[in-house]
């Protein structure tokens, strides 16, 4: 028997709450950097809306998954990528899943950035947590490379 992928989700407030928090983002009104990502249903084929914090390692953008295997994940790895969108400026990408080899440096410093807001999902891991800790927490939060089209 396998065990599902981690995921963890949101209950009805913090729901409400990311709604909230990705009209602002549509309007032009970004919460310490958060934006909304725009990604095709794998199923439905429509896009779907959700905001995000992209984070940015040695200049190179990522999208971390803090809640682990979610809808956005499973759609952005059929899709193979998306929009992202700050009022009116709005860019297109392509994405890449990283590897749980290459993750440890971007976790990292994703916890560092967005830590205040995304430690709940880590269960226990932070950004001071040792290697190896942040390693086996690798799996459970997917990690997509972006490049930008427009």
Do not use: C
């Not at 990705?22 to 199923?43: D, I, N, P, Q, Y």
């Amino acid at each position: 028997m396998t065990s599902q992928p981690y995921y963890l989700k949101g209950s009805p407030l913090t729901i409400r709450l990311n709604s909230a928090v990705g009209w602002l983002a549509r309007h032009g009104l970004s919460f310490m950097g958060t934006t909304e990502l725009s990604v095709r249903g794998r199923k439905s084929g429509q896009l779907q809306r959700v905001p995000v914090n992209l984070h940015t390692h040695q200049d190179v953008q990522y999208l971390v998954s803090a809640r682990g295997h979610s809808q956005w994940v499973r759609n952005m790895a059929a899709a193979g990528g998306g929009e992202l969108r700050t009022g009116r400026k709005v860019r297109t990408f392509t994405a890449r899943a990283l590897p749980d080899s290459e993750k440890l440096p971007i976790l990292r410093t994703y916890l560092e950035r967005w830590g205040w807001e995304v430690d709940q999902y880590f269960q226990g891991v932070t950004a001071k947590s040792s290697d190896e800790e942040i390693i086996a927490s690798a799996p459970d939060h997917p990690v997509f490379v972006i490049t930008m089209t427009s």
